[in-house]
């Protein structure tokens, strides 16, 4: 009851402030409902899903949004591309085929701490960036407990060491992350403008982040490596993952088609003379069909327990809501209020623009912060502002603030659910937040420092 009591004193506040820098009733109203879905997603995880709905039914009932516009703002492309992608990964993840290359790579390392977390970070680096932070984590999060376990050691520093890792991995391309997607979509930029503007920060990034793991977690990386060090017997990971050779080959077969066919959606969409991003959105849908026709009988039932109908629903309901901002001018009054304090230098209006991303991030889940800045940007970019520099800002504020907290990102949250199911605990705010505070500060000044660099190489 006080925290219901608080969040109502909260968004009291709020409306009277809003109404002192001349918000009108419709634009208080419909930034209210906004803030009563992300309070509840925030604080009642489980029943976001209700929340979103709700709020979008109330939008609709006090005439703030309408049925058209409901529909123009869902971002079906984004949702149709991600169930795409849950349909293959679904059907990879099925076929043990990450599993047995983490496995591989785990037998050939032998027992060295550091060379261990290393390799294990990297992979969770670049699995993140090639088929999405959540399918990352899962398989990732499995290899380290059965390692902490093996071993007897405290689990939660080194599940800090993956999740920050996939984190950054989600930065490096445009499938890594649903705000990846996002930001693809309404910014038009391809496959390859990831590889060129977003892969080499990530991988400076990462390099930065590795050292900082090591020192960071000093003591656990110690204990590990005299705890390995100390044990002889060399087990073989990747005998224990069933599997079957031409399913491995089946699966390397598409896992490589599909990204082949990601890297170069641009170019083919340029020879066939296709709207941009055409076979982006294609490439997705047309590896969810080969996989689910190779289920055969199977079909029906591996769709519908691989799509996370539960998640994408809300992402509907989420975006739509956020469209209700754009619909009765509040991103418009937010844009203004940017550039108001940016006194129109592009320096400093990028600094506190991803600086805004990047704490929404970190306090409210990275998707919900660029669903709500996508259409303040846009609004930027009306006003004469070059915005091309401002869509990487949004990409590292979005993901490397995604490390701050336990609900900076979705691969966090899943990370956590894991960690109680295996050992029943959980992680305290302060024990995340110590080491998370540490790691988003220093990557997202890197980041920013080499986006700035790189502004006169952009493209105009």
Known sequence: MKKVLGIAGALAGVGFLLAAVQFSPQQIIATLIFLVVICGTLFYWQFRLAFAFGGIAILLAANLLDVDHVIEFAGL????????????IGFLEEKHFFEYLIAKVVDKIGHHAHLMMTVLMVLATFFAALVDEVTSILFMMSTMFHLTKRYKVNPVPFLLMIVFTTN???????????????????AHL???????????ISILVLAITIPLCFLLFAKPMKELDEKMAAARAQLHEADQIPHKKKDIRLCWLLFLGTVLSLVLHATVEKALG?????????????????????????????????????????FIALFASVGTLKYVGVTEKIAEGMLSVGNHNPTLLLIIFTSAISLLTGFMDNVLAVATFIPILLEIKKAGVYAFPFWWGMLFGG???????????????????????????????????????????????????????????MPR
């Not at 950054?168 to 309404?186: E, L, Q, Y």
Request: proline share 3%; charged share 10%; net charge positive.
């Open 399 to 457: 993901t490397l603030f995604g490390n701050l907290t336990v609900i900076g990102s979705t691969a966090n949250i899943v990370a956590m659910g894991m960690l109680e199911k295996e050992y029943g605990r959980n992680i305290k705010f302060m024990e995340w937040l110590k080491p998370g505070i540490v790691v988003s500060v220093i990557t997202i000044a890197a980041a920013l420092f080499l986006i700035h660099l790189q502004i006169p190489l």
């Open 190 to 200: 391809t496959f390859t403008d990831f590889l060129r503007w977003a892969t080499p």
């Open 274 to 314: 296709l709207q941009k991003n055409s076979m982006l959105l294609g490439t997705s849908l047309a590896a969810g069909a080969i996989v689910t026709f190779l289920n055969q009988a199977k079909a029906r039932e591996f769709f519908m327990a691989r799509v996370d109908w539960w998640t994408l629903s809300f």
């Open 77 to 88: 492309d984004i949702i149709l591309f991600l169930v795409g992608m849950m349909t293959l």
């Open 168 to 186: 950054i991995g989600s930065s490096a391309t445009a499938v890594g992350n649903p705000i990846g997607v996002m930001i693809a979509m309404r």
